[in-house]
T-cell receptor, first 115, second 115 residues
Framework: DTGVSQNPRHKITKRGQNVTFRCDPI?????LYWYRQTLGQGPEFLTY????????KSRLLSDRFSAERPKGSFSTLEIQRTEQGDSAMYLC?????????????FGPGTRLTVL | AQTVTQSQPEMSVQEAETVTLSCTYD???????LFWYKQPPSRQMILVIR??????QNATENRFSVNFQKAAKSFSLKISDSQLGDAAMYFC????????????FGQGTRLTINP
């Protein structure tokens, strides 16, 4: 069990550019979640997948955000036309549905800075 | 909708002493899980302890224990024999069992351990 991994760990971009983040969940986990965390706040839910199906999206996920999980394995989160307000830590978590409390295990996050 | 409130933005404790972090929540659901996560500086979110709402017995994990008061919608975390490595942001979170799979987090409590 290697844990949840996220790449890149840091991303600096200019306003208006597109960025893409990757998350690799714990291998047997069928659920994958994306959260956004701004400085000094708790994480806020963005979206989640069960296998390859995107089952829930937050209102925080504007049209500039898109997430995919092809083949139910890794996931990508893309932000188009980035804005300074997108600067945050983007956290990925995974869990195994039906396993007790369905506990979510988090990755180290990708810190995005939009200049 | 679920909400979580952590009323203590910062707490400090002497090494080897005991500290209690407060958390209150609101939900109209009767079946849910509660979690405490720890986020050390510049490091990833780690699960500390979890509690099933249907269980009356308070969860315990080594030096960490909770005081779960369902009627009062309170879920405090007690850390005994505090260690320097316990210094971190602590987040309380709730997840309902049926329906939305997201975690809803509080704003966090920053815990400082004084040597």
């Amino acid at each position: 069990d290697t844990g949840v991994s996220q790449n890149p760990r840091h991303k600096i971009t200019k306003r208006g550019q597109n960025v893409t983040f990757r998350c690799d969940p714990i291998s047997e986990h069928n659920r994958l979640y994306w959260y956004r965390q701004t400085l000094g706040q708790g994480p806020e839910f963005l979206t989640y997948f069960q296998n390859e199906a995107q089952l829930e999206k937050s209102r925080l996920l504007s049209d500039r955000f898109s997430a995919e999980r092809p083949k139910g394995s890794f996931s990508t989160l893309e932000i188009q036309r980035t804005e300074q307000g997108d600067s945050a830590m983007y956290l990925c978590a995974s869990s195994l549905a039906g396993a007790g409390t369905d506990t979510q295990y988090f990755g180290p996050g990708t810190r995005l800075t939009v200049l | 909708a679920q909400t979580v409130t952590q009323s203590q933005p910062e707490m400090s404790v002497q090494e080897a002493e005991t500290v209690t972090l407060s958390c209150t929540y609101d939900t109209s659901e009767s079946d849910y899980y509660l979690f405490w996560y720890k986020q050390p500086p510049s490091r990833q979110m780690i699960l500390v302890i979890r509690q099933e709402a249907y269980k009356q017995q308070n969860a315990t994990e080594n030096r960490f224990s909770v005081n779960f008061q369902k009627a009062a919608k309170s879920f405090s975390l007690k850390i005994s024999d505090s260690q320097l490595g316990d210094a971190a942001m602590y987040f309380c979170a709730i997840k309902i069992i049926q329906g939305a799979q997201k975690l809803v987090f509080g704003q966090g409590t920053r815990l400082t351990i004084n040597p």
